[in-house]
């Protein structure tokens, strides 16, 4: 019904960049990426950045400075550009999205693994 293609995780050093990709489609309903979470071992997923319709943009207070969401229309594919990376942003990276139009109803990406190490 849904389809993620979730792609950019993977191993950098602590200071260093990634970008993640996310673009979803649905064979029933139009879907809407809408942002991206995470969860550490041992803790709870928290939200990462949200970007709405218009393009707005919001982040978590830990990220803010760091991270840029954006949203490719052409390609229904939504970027976040992670510079500046800790070791505390080590992570699964979930993306998120939803259905346009209709009872709201979440959809998550099967995740992408990020780790910052040295």
């Known amino acids: 019904q849904v389809q993620f293609v979730e792609s950019g995780g993977g191993l950098v050093q602590p200071g260093g960049s990634l970008r993640l990709s996310c673009a979803a489609s649905g064979s029933m309903f139009s879907i809407r990426v809408r942002g991206w979470y995470r969860q550490a071992p041992g803790k709870q997923r928290e939200l990462v950045a949200h970007?709405?319709?218009?393009?707005?943009?919001n982040y978590a207070d830990s990220v803010k400075g760091r991270f840029t969401i954006s949203r490719d229309y052409a390609n229904n594919t939504v970027y976040l550009q992670m510079n500046s990376l800790k070791p505390e942003d080590t992570a699964v990276y979930y993306c998120?999205?939803?259905?346009?139009?209709?009872?709201?109803?979440?959809?998550w990406g099967q995740g992408t693994q990020v780790t910052v190490s040295s």
């Open positions: 970007i709405t319709s218009d393009g707005s943009a």
């Open positions: 998120n999205a939803v259905r346009v139009g209709g009872p709201f109803v979440a959809y």
